[in-house]
């Protein structure tokens, strides 16, 4: 015996199983992280899988205080601005609540977000790293493409952030 389920009724019901289904990709869009002082990685949500050991090394010696931050389920969709892409929006919102807290130095300190899911990395740099120091656009893509890309492409994260950090102090350092 055969079951004969209406076209509508089938439609209905794989509509309501895509939607289950993307439930729980929404739920787990990017938050960014609050601010501790001292703290140089984090990893959004809490406990996603990537080995910072060589990152946190560079971060942790370094004069001016670098964070970078790795995040997971940075596509969310919503805002969908054609200049804009997701992890754009992320460390643009990592800033805006950072800079709430009076432990977070926006003139001297740079983040730096890798967008895991999205592929991507985007820099925030300081105000006295823009003004003294020029890291500002064509500056900081070229900095990404020398010293990130290739290793990210390669699989190494942990070695991509760790030299892009380094790229960054000596940047800085050679204004000092």
Same mark, same amino acid.
């Given at each position: 015996?055969?079951?004969?389920?209406?076209?509508?009724?089938?439609?209905?019901?794989?509509?309501?199983?895509?939607?289950?289904?993307?439930?729980?990709?929404?739920?787990?869009?990017?938050?960014?992280?609050?601010?501790?002082?001292?703290?140089?990685?984090?990893?959004?949500?809490?406990?996603?899988?990537?080995?910072?050991?060589?990152? &946190?090394?560079?971060?942790?010696?370094?004069?001016?205080?670098?964070?970078?931050?790795?995040?997971?389920?940075?596509?969310?969709?919503?805002?969908?601005?054609?200049?804009?892409?997701?992890?754009?929006?992320?460390?643009?919102?990592?800033?805006?609540?950072?800079?709430?807290?009076?432990?977070?130095?926006?003139?001297?300190?740079?983040?730096? &977000?890798?967008?895991?899911?999205?592929?991507?990395?985007?820099?925030?740099?300081?105000?006295?790293?823009?003004?003294? &120091?020029?890291?500002?656009?064509?500056? &900081?893509?070229?900095?990404?493409?020398?010293?990130?890309?290739?290793?990210?492409?390669?699989?190494?994260?942990?070695?991509?952030?760790?030299?892009?950090?380094?790229?960054?102090?000596?940047?800085?350092?050679?204004?000092?």
């Amino acid at each position: 015996m055969t079951l004969a389920v209406p076209q509508r009724k089938l439609q209905t019901m794989r509509c309501a199983l895509l939607l289950l289904a993307l439930l729980p990709l929404t739920a787990q869009a990017y938050t960014p992280p609050p601010y501790v002082q001292g703290q140089r990685v984090y990893r959004v949500p809490n406990g996603v899988d990537v080995v910072t050991t060589q990152t &946190l090394s560079a971060a942790t010696e370094a004069e001016h205080p670098v964070v970078v931050v790795f995040a997971n389920n940075v596509v969310d969709n919503e805002r969908g601005v054609a200049w804009s892409s997701d992890t754009e929006d992320a460390i643009e919102d990592t800033w805006a609540l950072w800079s709430r807290n009076p432990d977070f130095q926006p003139d001297i300190t740079s983040v730096v &977000l890798i967008g895991m899911d999205e592929r991507e990395i985007r820099i925030l740099t300081g105000s006295n790293w823009d003004v003294d &120091l020029g890291l500002t656009g064509t500056a &900081l893509s070229e900095l990404t493409e020398r010293h990130f890309v290739p290793q990210a492409r390669a699989g190494n994260l942990d070695v991509a952030a760790k030299r892009t950090v380094t790229c960054l102090l000596y940047t800085s350092d050679a204004a000092d």
